[in-house]
């Protein structure tokens, strides 16, 4: 029997009032698999990725997580979220918990972890993250790129099956962006399924299996890296490449 994909979402649609945002996207992804989505602003790519995790519900259509359909019964959503571990824009840290506070929260509330198992845990993933020395340092002790590397730690520390990157990079400043890109490569490089939202196409080239071109809420390229970076890919999405890379 065919190993169904680890997630894969059918015609997914997502409507915000009057305004639909998504338009019958679809999207399989392996195991193992890292996936870059790219796009203009306002073309629905964090739509999307919050719609593969339910924290944006599908208006219409279905994702499929190991191959049970997520979006039949909402009310699993917050288990589903265990195994999608996810990293916004913005940190979003605790700022009146250290580094290793911040990873270990969930791990002990959720997991049931003890305070010196999961103290184990968040140094393991500091040092993941190439900042063990970091452990006792509170957010607005750390730079910008040290934060969003504890906030892929935490994510890490739920042990999830696959990862989402909503702009991870966007709030960094220029010098930032690569330390973050480099700690996300080698979790791809581990075999983390991945789908990041992203404009950094050296990250694209470096580590992705895969491109999706979005724009107006509909999903108009799906190639994989070889063939998007070697040209082989529409005209509206070779325009945007132009845009972005000269």
């Known amino acids: 029997m065919k190993e169904p994909k680890l997630i894969e979402a059918i015609g997914v649609d997502k409507q915000f009032g009057d305004t639909k945002v998504l338009r019958n996207c679809s999207l399989a992804v392996d195991v193992g698999e890292t996936v870059v989505l790219i796009g203009p602003s306002g073309s629905g790519k964090s739509t999307f ?55 270990m929260l969930a791990p002990m509330r959720v ?14 993933l500091l040092k993941k993250v190439h900042i063990p020395e970091r452990s006792d ?19 890490l520390a739920m042990r999830p099956k696959m990862m989402l990157y909503d702009e991870p990079t966007s709030a960094l400043d220029p010098e930032m962006i690569r330390e973050v890109l480099d700690v996300m490569a080698e979790l791809s490089a581990d075999g983390m399924t ?16 895969r491109i ?11 190639a994989n890296a070889a063939d998007f970076f070697g040209g082989l890919v529409n005209e509206r999405t070779q325009r945007f490449l132009d845009q972005i890379l000269h």
């Open 137 to 155: 340092h509170y957010p607005d002790e750390l730079s910008g790129g040290q934060q969003q590397r504890v906030a892929i730690a935490r994510a």
């Open 111 to 124: 997991l049931g972890l003890c305070t010196a198992d999961a103290h184990d845990l968040a140094l393991d």
């Open 212 to 222: 999706i071109f979005m724009e107006d809420g509909a999903i108009i390229e799906n």
């Open 49 to 103: 990725l919050r719609c593969l995790n339910l924290l944006e519900p599908p208006t219409g259509g279905d994702v499929f997580f190991e191959g049970r359909n997520i979006t039949s019964d909402l009310r699993h959503a917050d288990r589903i979220r265990r195994d999608i571990g996810m990293v916004f824009q913005n940190f979003e840290l605790f700022q009146h918990l250290t580094a290793a506070e911040n990873i």
């Open 194 to 209: 991945s789908i990041c939202v992203t404009h950094e196409m050296g990250f694209a080239r470096r580590a992705a299996d």
